[in-house]
């Protein structure tokens, strides 16, 4: 627990600038000042970690603006910049991430452990971005982080609280400005600021000499992003392959040209997009029906000037929607123009006033029933479902070439095995056989489109093993 102290110094951080730091000695709190210190390049910490990840715009009932998210991460840091993460998180539907990330100061590369959202593919980076994220993991061991600084002589702090509090400026091991404040008394920073992060550590333990909070709040200003608790150890030695990946990955394939792939006579698919998301279209006689308009206005005003070419002179008539989470939705202000129509579940439109502002909203229709879509000889059928990922969801069905549309409902990685169904793959099946649906292709927003023959192979693996079951 914070004193009142600590947290008007907390308040205090928000306002101060970030000073542009000199160089000069690594530091490294110790007893009761923050002194000079050296720490050998293969010193490592490991630190297994529990917590909660409070994110926006993604909640399973669109009335909630924010959704709490169950996360585990084991993470090495070793000092010579070397780190292993391995993360997992637990969101609405019983939808499970479990990546492991390891990085040097050559580059960073990360691979999907469930081998259902990356497949197997390796998402590699450069070095520049394997030193950004090494500093930011710096941030959740202040000790190891004071040993990879560039400090400045203290700030001040005003009044009487500059007597028990020291703020330091420095830059991070990415070379970004970054504060801290020490409690002079102890040694021990209460709080370290990035141009987007406040860390609060409390409840100091110690492992060989070594100090660690065990708790860790995240805040963005005001906004709580993440709580932490921490148990630290200081292994003696790591084995020689800590840092390798596994066995079983490929490096990531080339996707190709940004296009409209077409998947049946007036049906394509968006491929090729930056963000990996595909955006999928049915095209009338007359009118052009979209479904999801994911990541961002940017890409969704590519993906329309990509319609537009493809199917020239047809009105767009109406943006389906799967269900109202960010990714699924950011695009959708590309599509505005007068008479199109913007289509949800149930109580989707206060999620997309939230998100996206009244004007968007204003173009919103709740779908609570079955509802057919007359695109000029082709009509398509919306289903309204109850997900346990998102209460709003929306599955499209097109009749005539036997095709759904989902959004995070059934996955396949666009190079991988096929994987077990998660809870909303369950869900889907009970829909398409309450409605009788005759499916021979399924198409979603991440992954490959898959086959019925596809989805039956998923639902006999959730049979024999449950969806996200650890392959490494």
Not at 279 to 307: M, N, W
Not at 321 to 333: E, K, N, V
Not at 421 to 437: A, N, P, R, T
Request: net charge neutral; with cysteine.
């Amino acid at each position: 627990m914070l004193t009142s102290h600590t947290s008007r110094l907390l308040i205090l951080l928000q306002r101060l600038p970030l000073l542009p730091p000199f160089a000069g000695a690594c530091i490294l709190f110790s007893g009761s000042s923050v002194v000079a210190h050296t720490i050998s390049p293969a010193f490592a910490v490991t630190l297994d970690m529990q917590g909660i990840r409070y994110a926006s715009h993604q909640a399973a009932n669109p009335q909630n603006a924010v959704q709490e998210i169950k996360l585990k991460q084991q993470l090495i840091l070793q000092n010579d910049g070397q780190f292993r993460s391995v993360s997992e998180s637990l969101w609405p539907g019983n939808i499970r991430f479990q990546f492991l990330t390891t990085g040097n100061k050559a580059g960073v590369a990360e691979v999907d452990l469930l081998q259902w959202r990356q497949g197997i593919e390796i998402d590699r980076d450069n070095a520049t971005a394997a030193r950004k994220e090494y500093a930011d993991l710096l941030f959740l061991s202040p000790a190891l982080l004071l040993e990879h600084t560039n400090m400045r002589m203290s700030s001040k702090l005003p009044g009487a609280e500059n007597k028990k509090y020291e703020q330091i400026n420095f830059n991070d091991a990415a070379g970004r400005p970054a504060s801290m404040i020490i409690e002079r008394s102890s040694g021990q920073p209460l709080s370290a600021k990035t141009a987007s992060s406040i860390y609060e550590y409390a409840d100091y333990s110690t492992a060989q000499n070594f100090k660690q909070p065990r708790q860790i709040t995240v805040k963005n200003g005001d906004k709580l992003i993440l709580q932490w608790s921490i148990t630290a150890q200081v292994p003696e030695h790591l084995d020689a392959h800590t840092f390798d990946l596994p066995a079983g990955y490929v490096e990531k394939q080339v996707k190709g040209a940004f296009r409209a792939t077409m998947i049946a006579p007036g049906t394509y698919r968006v491929d090729g997009s930056e963000s990996g998301y595909h955006t999928s279209f049915s095209v009338g006689i007359h009118s052009v029906a979209i479904y999801d308009a994911p990541i961002s206005t940017a890409e969704a005003a590519k993906v329309r000037a990509l319609i537009e070419q493809t199917a020239p002179g047809r009105k767009l008539a109406y943006v389906v929607l799967s269900h109202t989470h960010r990714d699924h939705i950011a695009g959708t202000p590309s599509y505005m123009q007068e008479d199109v129509q913007i289509l949800t579940g149930k109580d989707g439109k206060l999620a997309v006033e939230r998100q996206l502002g009244q004007e968007v909203a204003s173009k919103v229709q709740e779908v609570s029933a079955p509802r057919d879509l007359d695109l000029g000889g082709c009509s398509i059928r919306i289903y309204p479902m109850a997900s346990s990922h998102a209460s709003d969801m929306l599955v499209t069905y097109d009749a005539a070439n036997q095709i759904v549309f989902q959004g995070d409902l059934f996955y396949l990685p666009e190079v991988g095995p096929i994987p077990p169904v998660f809870d909303v793959g369950l869900e889907l099946d009970s829909l398409i056989k309450q409605h009788q649906l005759q499916v021979q292709q399924l198409v979603g927003v991440h992954g490959r489109s898959g086959t019925l023959t596809d989805f039956q192979k998923a639902l006999e693996l959730r049979m024999t093993a449950k969806p996200g079951e650890e392959k490494n």
